[in-house]
C-alpha cells in the first residue's frame, strides 16, 4: 500500500521503512486479507505517520560505509564505536545472482533508526 500510495500521491511518510528485506507478493498480501489474517476493512483508508525527513547529515551518517566516515565533520565519527553492529569491518553478501553484485545485499544488522538518529542529532545539538 505504501508504493501505491507514494506513486498516486506523494511520499506518505518519512519514517515507514519495512521489517523485511524483499516485499510480500500481492497474492500474499490478498490472501492475509482473505482470510482475515490482517484485518483492514478499507485498503484506502490506511494511515501513515507521516513522521519528518531525515536531514542531510543523519542521511549521510545511516548511509555511509566505515570506510568514507573520515569525509563527515570529526564528531560523527564516534559513531562507528558506539554502533559497531553496523559499521562492520568484514561482513558477508547476500548474492541474489552469482554473476551481478547489483543483486546483492550486505549481511549486516537491521538499523534501529530511532536509536541511531536520536544519537546523531545529539552530538549534532554538541
Request: glycine share 2%; charged share 30%; with cysteine.
Amino acid at each position: 500500500m505504501f508504493n501505491a500510495y507514494y506513486t498516486t500521491f506523494g511520499c506518505p511518510s518519512w519514517v515507514f521503512h519495512s521489517k523485511y528485506d524483499v516485499a510480500p507478493l500481492p497474492s500474499d498480501v490478498y490472501d492475509l486479507i482473505k482470510t482475515n489474517k490482517i484485518k483492514i476493512k478499507n485498503l484506502n483508508k490506511i494511515q501513515f505517520d507521516i513522521g519528518n525527513p531525515a536531514t542531510p547529515i543523519e542521511h549521510a551518517c545511516v548511509l555511509l560505509p566505515r570506510k568514507v566516515y573520515e569525509f563527515l565533520p570529526k564528531k560523527y565519527e564516534t559513531l562507528i564505536e558506539e554502533f559497531p553492529e553496523y559499521f562492520p569491518e568484514k561482513f558477508k553478501i547476500n548474492v541474489l545472482d552469482a554473476s551481478k553484485y547489483r543483486y546483492s545485499d550486505p549481511m549486516i544488522k537491521k538499523i534501529d533508526y530511532d536509536q541511531f538518529f536520536a544519537r546523531v542529532r545529539e552530538i549534532e545539538a554538541e
